[in-house]
């Protein structure tokens, strides 16, 4: 393969000849097709791809644009290249019209003019710009020509890191600038998908809500859709990635959240195509509806899928007024073969550009090829009708409208608007009155025909939307009306509209009353808002916060009827919440920086520009701006409101009420937020996987002398010790470790008969956060349940022993969570059985028998292993319990400043999650010589899910710590020396969990150091 990358640079390829001599890391998943090589480059990193109707390729990567002239033996000529940006630039995608190329890269929509036919001489002209450059993967990405004619453009999140993630909400600010020359837009938002003339004028913001939008593209029937990266460090809430349909004023909740399927509660989310797509890295994006390859293929949607070195296909189905579709390969790599680029041309043949890349890289270079996806017996000359759609006929244009193929009919659609004038004015509008309805022409006359806005066209748009049979031509001319009011529809045609039988329509009709100068019809009100259909409902209720008043929210959370008042929760969430886009943040409002300088100075292919000499440039939280702005009296009662319907009967509608007042972190609202998140989270624990509890340290039987729990035994006295020996009527009892079989733990059978005794389980519980858990606990007899030293659960019942008696919701920790149950048996059997429910992984574990007797051993028996350094013999003849009692408290706590533990250590029972494990209530949770060799020899006992994370970056280092905190691009790592560093993820050559604390060994380096520690967090230490 190397040898043919070589041969690639200097020779005329044939793609058979490519394919022929070297076996490929990729294959096509459908043995009716076949994959044809048409070049590779070890340097170029090819992205982009486009196909014009004269079978050229325009190839995009790193710097360069390219194209591929189409020989006449059925392959390429060699690659030519056409312009070459600055370093970094990368070309995200292309779009051609005319004798025009459009070109987007990371940080600016550019035209090229007589890009597509001319070699020599070429210049981009800048169109949209101003986006940060918060990384070269988020920022722009997709282009797609709309069914008017104007270019729509796709970005991600720039600022995707910034904000507290336990309480997600980020907005971003800056300006747009487009044409003419100096028209300025701000723009307040994330990730979003916007839309221009073929100009650069008239620029718009068409969706927001996205985290990396990469592909973009418009299905037949106008339709627009586009891919959504997943948040790979927090996958419990922004995984599996998103496959979205994009319609005008949608809003897709980053980070506010992800999808219905996340967060069932939440009414305000929309629905993904397939919400099972895993771990998801798509980048390019297409759409097949050509009759080359098998029907199995049509209406398809394409996606280039890194993450699994894959490029899939998605077959839509309709699904109310949105879409579902399943996902079924196309193309498969391996090793290193990953598709980042997908296009569809020639005829119907498939482009893929492919990357090698063994992992996620910041601003590569790495080798990739071009392929061709075609039929298996595709003969090698693969035929194709070329033309040259700036020099063909208008009658052959209009004719391509009624082609079976979808790449030959959007063609002539664009080709046809750019012409404009006469073509769409008279005759567009006279073909759409005598197409069949059979024909797909029609749907592309109705968008002609309006845009050539005469009175004819409008009469029979008109027409169509209210009578036609077809749904999608109601749907076109709806669109089609919305997008022309010059046109003159009349409101009363979309108010008919909203009771039309296909759900697509009616979600028509509600996008129109955004651009009407009327109020929000009461039909909205009683159907779209009310939809269980999340499309119709967020449009609808979109629709409401934008057009409406808080009184008519009011009124509709007075009414019996539940959707009703969820709308009108959502209306005025989204009313008091969600921050207009298009105008200025207020000065009086601060903007945190971009957290790194590049991010405002981008280099252009023009010029170099501070994009904070152009405008306000910054990061804020709703709930920053909410404390500190002066409030309005319609906010005031959009809040009272919100209040209010916390209270209200239905939980759908408390939980929608909370999420937004959440957003705001209010004091006076955070209480009832709090009480009515908890009472959620318990039902959804219910539900949760069960997992039984299947080890345990048990001790007994201990005499309750006939006062059942009022008779206080030892384990109960104390931090619990396995390792601890008690001595009770002359007799000695210890820990002893048992197994469930399979679930009870039959107290019986492994102690014997015990009338009016007690038994004692004790395990940890160790978690990666804080969280609340379901603990399932059945007895014979009663039973009482200690959290971290403080009794949770009393239930002194008679009974036999069965599974799931009691349900008990306990908060863990994030660490070590000491789980401690007494079983109080009045008579006959005893027995105890333990399940959990958690929403995040909990791992059940049994702590070594550490006590003050074997202490001094085992750090011996360290120092005699070698460790020496970590444990000097000045440690080991100490009574550390005696120690700990004559410490120093508050000289221990400025050590725990200063040499680091505060770093990864909360010591608060409400403190911030650190990224290590809690120490809060350590006085009560943890014995002193477990605390001791925790300090000293911190790998001796290591939590499962606080093991020491080892880096090897490409430039040599390596590094161990902990992790505390990784975004998509980078990891932030507390070292074995307590400095926190940040390592970008293009730099890590290898990542693993090895079998290692990542707590320092030896830092603390004199006994009475450790005493005065000790002294501090036993004495229920205050940071």
């Not at 690639?8 to 394919?19: E, M, N, R, T």
């Not at 797509?277 to 199995?296: K, M």
């Amino acid at each position: 393969m190397n040898r043919l990358c070589l041969l690639s640079i200097a020779l005329v390829i044939c793609g058979w000849q490519l394919a022929a001599a070297a076996e490929l890391d990729y294959a096509a998943a459908d043995p009716a097709l076949k994959l044809v090589v048409l070049d590779s480059s070890p340097t170029e990193s090819f992205l982009a791809v486009r196909a014009d109707t004269a079978g050229r390729l325009f190839v995009g990567g790193r710097e360069a644009l390219f194209v591929y002239e189409p020989d006449d033996q059925g392959g390429y000529h060699a690659r030519r290249e056409l312009y070459r940006f600055p370093n970094h630039t990368w070309v995200y995608d292309i779009a051609v019209r005319g004798d025009d190329l459009y070109v987007m890269t990371v940080s600016a929509l550019y035209v090229i003019r007589g890009g597509v036919t001319k070699r020599e001489g070429l210049t981009p002209q800048r169109l949209i710009w101003g986006v940060p450059l918060g990384h070269v993967h988020q920022c722009f990405h997709g282009l797609a020509w709309g069914p008017e004619g104007d270019l729509y453009l796709s970005m991600g999140d720039p600022v995707w890191y910034y904000g507290d993630f336990s309480r997600p909400d980020h907005w971003g600010h800056w300006t747009f600038f487009s044409q003419p020359e100096g028209t300025k837009t701000p723009y307040t938002g994330v990730g979003g998908v916007f839309r221009c003339r073929p100009d650069g004028t008239r620029f718009q913001v068409v969706s927001r809500g996205l985290r990396n939008s990469c592909g973009l593209v418009f299905d037949q029937h106008w339709n627009l859709f586009t891919n959504d990266n997943d948040h790979e460090s927090m996958a419990t809430e922004y995984v599996p990635g998103r496959l979205n349909h994009v319609t005008p004023h949608s809003y897709f909740s980053w980070p506010r959240g992800w999808m219905p399927s996340k967060t069932p509660d939440r009414a305000d989310l929309l629905e993904t195509l397939n919400p099972s797509l895993g771990r998801f890295v798509p980048v390019g994006q297409s759409y097949y509806n050509n009759t080359l390859l098998p029907e199995a293929y049509r209406n398809n949607l394409l996606v280039a899928r890194w993450c699994t070195r894959a490029v899939t296909r998605y077959p839509l189905e309709h699904h109310g007024a949105t879409f579902h579709a399943e996902e079924q390969p196309l193309l498969i790599g391996q090793n290193h073969a990953r598709p980042v680029g997908v296009a569809v041309g020639r005829g119907g043949r498939i482009f893929v550009t492919i990357s090698f890349m063994a992992h996620n890289e910041n601003s590569p270079v790495y080798k990739s090829d071009l392929v061709m996806i075609t039929r298996a017996d595709d003969p090698s000359t693969h035929p194709f009708e070329p033309y040259e759609a700036t020099e063909a006929a208008p009658e052959q244009l209009f004719t391509e409208l009624s082609h079976q193929d979808w790449s030959r009919r959007e063609v002539a659609h664009v080709e046809l608007l750019r012409r404009g004038g006469e073509l769409l004015k008279t005759d567009a509008a006279a073909r759409l009155e005598e197409v069949d309805l059979e024909d797909p022409a029609a749907r592309h006359l109705v968008w002609l025909a309006a845009a050539g806005a005469s009175d004819q066209a409008a009469e029979a748009i008109a027409l169509v939307a209210q009578h036609s049979i077809s749904d999608d031509l109601r749907l076109q001319s709806l669109r089609a009306l919305t997008e022309y009011p010059e046109l003159g529809a009349s409101p009363e045609l979309f108010l008919h509209s909203l009771d039309d039988p296909n759900p697509q329509v009616q979600h028509a009709a509600v996008l129109a009353f955004f651009g009407l100068d009327t109020f929000v019809p009461e039909a909205v009100n009683d159907g779209p808002a009310r939809s269980k259909d999340t499309y119709l409902r967020q449009a609808a209720t979109l629709l409401l916060a934008e057009k409406a008043g808080v009184t008519t929210f009011e009124r509709m959370c007075r009414v019996s009827d539940s959707a009703t008042r969820l709308a009108g929760v959502l209306a005025a969430g989204f009313k008091l919440t969600l921050p207009p886009t298009g105008v200025p943040i207020p000065e009086a409002l601060p903007l945190d920086a971009l957290r790194t300088e590049d991010a405002y100075v981008i280099q252009f292919a023009d010029a170099t520009i501070d994009l904070r000499q152009h405008g306000r440039i910054g990061n804020f939280t709703v709930a920053d701006h909410w404390r500190l702005g002066a409030h309005t009296p319609e906010q005031e009662r959009l809040f009272e409101l919100l209040v209010q319907m916390l209270g209200d009967k239905s939980e759908a509608i408390r939980l929608q009420a909370a999420h937004f007042l959440y957003l705001l972190n209010d004091p006076r609202s955070e209480p009832l937020v709090s009480k009515v998140t908890a009472l959620s989270e318990e039902r959804r624990l219910i539900s949760a996987p069960l997992q039984i509890i299947r080890k345990l340290w048990l001790a007994g039987p201990f005499d309750d002398r006939g006062q059942g729990f009022d008779c206080v035994h030892p384990p109960e006295q104390g931090p619990v010790d396995p390792g601890a020996r008690y001595t009770v009527d002359g007799r000695e009892i210890t820990w002893q470790p048992a197994a469930s079989d399979p679930q009870l733990y039959d107290l019986e059978r492994i102690f014997g008969r015990g009338d009016g005794q007690s038994y004692y389980g004790y395990c940890r519980l160790e978690s990666a956060k804080r969280q609340r858990i379901l603990l399932l606990v059945g007895s014979d007899d009663g039973v009482r349940v200690w959290r971290n030293a403080q009794l949770v659960w009393t239930n002194d019942a008679l009974r036999g022993a069965l599974p799931y008696q009691d349900a008990i919701f306990l908060e863990l920790e994030p660490g070590s969570n000491d789980l401690l149950v007494r079983v109080r048996n009045v008579d006959g059997a005893a027995g105890l059985y333990l399940h959990t429910r958690t929403m995040s992984d909990v791992i059940s574990v049994l702590p070594e028998p550490v006590g003050a007797d074997n202490l001094a051993v085992r750090l011996r028996d360290a120092a005699a292993g070698g460790q020496q350094d970590v444990v000097p013999a000045a440690f080991l003849e100490i009574d550390w319990s005696e120690a700990a009692a004559q410490g120093n408290a508050e000289n221990g706590r400025k050590l725990f400043q200063t040499i680091g533990c505060a770093k990864c250590h909360a010591v608060e029972t409400n403190a911030a999650a650190l990224g290590g494990p809690s120490l809060a209530g350590a006085a009560q949770r943890f014995t002193v010589p477990y605390l001791v060799e925790s300090i000293l020899l911190p790998s001796k006992q290591i939590s499962p899910v606080f093991k020491a994370t080892v880096i090897q970056t490409t430039d040599g280092v390596q590094a161990t710590g902990l992790v505390v905190g990784e975004t998509a691009e980078r990891i932030e790592l507390v070292l074995l020396d307590t400095k926190k560093v940040e390592i970008a993820k293009d730099k890590i050559e290898a990542r693993e969990l090895r079998e290692l604390s990542p707590m320092p060994q030896g830092v603390v380096k004199q006994p009475d150091e450790l005493r005065d520690i000790l002294a501090y967090l036993l004495a229920g230490a205050r940071q």
